[in-house]
């Protein structure tokens, strides 16, 4: 497998809140950190984040179009609400967002999408990953606002979406195996908001050096 081709793979890995295709068994600790690492081709496994000399963040969010959905404001406000809730979720200020009118200064790009490209929906975090160099990034976050048969998603449910990929965004690689947290493969419909261990987790996350390896981690999805 070429160097390229090996970065992409382990970009992909874990990307969707709907389209995954395991359902985890649960898990009664404190934190789903082993979950999340992103896998490096020979087997090892890494935690990649934001350094936090990069808070705030930067985030471009446009306003979706008129004739997008039914009701752009209150779509506007569930993605930006969706974004801002991880605010200080692993500590004062980390993470910290800026909201910025030029999409290419952002470090999170939102875009509005007219349907899906590729078996997600609702909303996708692409990333912008070199694995082996232990940088992370995210090229865009892609928001379509319906479902895969083109219904409108209601407003919990983009929140929640959006909410999830964030967690993507901030360098959760993978999901956790209960249903109750928002990083669950899937909008379970369980989820209110950022759990204890949602918070937990981006907190080892952010307290841990980037790249560090990851003993017995696991995937959910």
């Given at each position: 497998?070429?160097?390229?081709?090996?970065?992409?793979?382990?970009?992909?890995?874990?990307a969707?809140?709907?389209?995954?295709?395991?359902r985890?068994?649960?898990?009664?600790?404190?934190?789903?950190?082993?979950?999340?690492a992103?896998r490096?081709?020979?087997?090892?496994?890494?935690?990649?984040?934001?350094?936090?000399r990069?808070?705030?963040?930067?985030?471009?969010?446009?306003?979706?179009?008129?004739?997008?959905?039914?009701?752009?404001?209150?779509v506007?406000?569930?993605?930006?609400?969706?974004?801002?809730?991880?605010s200080?979720?692993?500590?004062?200020g980390?993470?910290a967002?800026?909201f910025?009118?030029?999409a290419?200064?952002?470090?999170?790009?939102i875009?509005?999408?007219?349907e899906?490209?590729?078996?997600?929906?609702i909303?996708?975090?692409?990333?912008?990953?070199?694995?082996f160099?232990?940088?992370?990034?995210?090229?865009r976050?892609?928001?379509?606002?319906?479902?895969?048969?083109r219904?409108?998603a209601?407003?919990d449910?983009?929140?929640?979406?959006?909410?999830?990929?964030?967690?993507?965004a901030?360098?959760?690689?993978?999901h956790s195996?209960a249903?109750?947290?928002?990083?669950y493969?899937?909008?379970?419909?369980?989820?209110?908001?950022?759990?204890?261990?949602?918070?937990?987790?981006?907190?080892l996350l952010?307290a841990r050096?980037?790249g560090?390896?990851?003993?017995g981690?696991?995937?959910?999805?």
């Amino acid at each position: 497998m070429s160097r390229v081709a090996a970065v992409l793979l382990a970009a992909a890995l874990g990307a969707a809140c709907a389209a995954g295709s395991g359902r985890g068994a649960g898990d009664d600790s404190d934190d789903y950190i082993r979950y999340v690492a992103f896998r490096v081709p020979g087997g090892e496994s890494v935690l990649l984040r934001w350094p936090e000399r990069r808070m705030p963040l930067r985030v471009h969010l446009p306003r979706p179009p008129a004739e997008f959905v039914a009701d752009p404001d209150a779509v506007f406000d569930a993605v930006r609400d969706g974004i801002s809730d991880w605010s200080d979720a692993a500590g004062p200020g980390l993470p910290a967002f800026a909201f910025v009118d030029d999409a290419g200064a952002a470090d999170i790009p939102i875009v509005w999408a007219a349907e899906p490209d590729g078996d997600w929906y609702i909303a996708h975090c692409a990333w912008d990953v070199d694995v082996f160099a232990r940088r992370f990034g995210v090229s865009r976050i892609l928001v379509t606002a319906r479902w895969g048969d083109r219904r409108e998603a209601s407003l919990d449910d983009l929140y929640h979406t959006v909410l999830h990929e964030m967690g993507h965004a901030l360098g959760l690689g993978g999901h956790s195996p209960a249903q109750g947290d928002v990083m669950y493969w899937r909008v379970s419909g369980k989820a209110s908001g950022l759990t204890a261990r949602d918070r937990e987790t981006l907190r080892l996350l952010y307290a841990r050096p980037i790249g560090h390896r990851v003993i017995g981690a696991r995937r959910s999805d």
